[in-house]
């Protein structure tokens, strides 16, 4: 979604059109429980409890949807040429744009898979 975005910035801009990428983090919404269906795999089961013991912990902790709704509508009304509104994730995608792609996947991976 993120790369679709920047290519159709460039291409729609000569037409005036503004292209805005929503980027949100943890939200508390119904999300952490309307998502959990899934296909059974007995490898990936320890990682995936993992994974959703920390993505319910998040989902406790964030803040509510209304957070994403003011930022939808500043991306909608500021009239800048802005492309990232990030929604409580700013951290990760500043750690994401300055970290080497090697370094970056070393940290989530070593965060998702510690114990």
């Given at each position: 979604m993120e790369g679709?975005?920047?290519?159709?910035?460039?291409?729609?801009?000569p037409f005036n059109i503004k292209v805005k990428l929503i980027e949100p983090g943890a939200i508390k919404t119904e999300f952490y429980d309307r998502s959990q269906d899934r296909v059974e795999a007995p490898d990936y089961q320890p990682f995936y409890d993992r994974t959703m013991a920390r993505l319910q912990q998040a989902g406790q902790k964030a803040p509510g949807p209304e957070?994403?709704?003011q930022t939808l509508?500043?991306?909608a009304t500021d009239n800048s040429w802005k492309l990232r509104y990030p929604v409580n994730s700013a951290d990760v995608l500043w750690f994401r744009k300055?970290?080497?792609?090697?370094?970056?996947r070393a940290v989530i991976g070593w965060y998702l898979m510690r114990k």
């Amino acid at each position: 979604m993120e790369g679709f975005s920047e290519s159709l910035q460039f291409e729609l801009k000569p037409f005036n059109i503004k292209v805005k990428l929503i980027e949100p983090g943890a939200i508390k919404t119904e999300f952490y429980d309307r998502s959990q269906d899934r296909v059974e795999a007995p490898d990936y089961q320890p990682f995936y409890d993992r994974t959703m013991a920390r993505l319910q912990q998040a989902g406790q902790k964030a803040p509510g949807p209304e957070l994403v709704a003011q930022t939808l509508w500043q991306a909608a009304t500021d009239n800048s040429w802005k492309l990232r509104y990030p929604v409580n994730s700013a951290d990760v995608l500043w750690f994401r744009k300055l970290a080497p792609e090697g370094l970056f996947r070393a940290v989530i991976g070593w965060y998702l898979m510690r114990k």
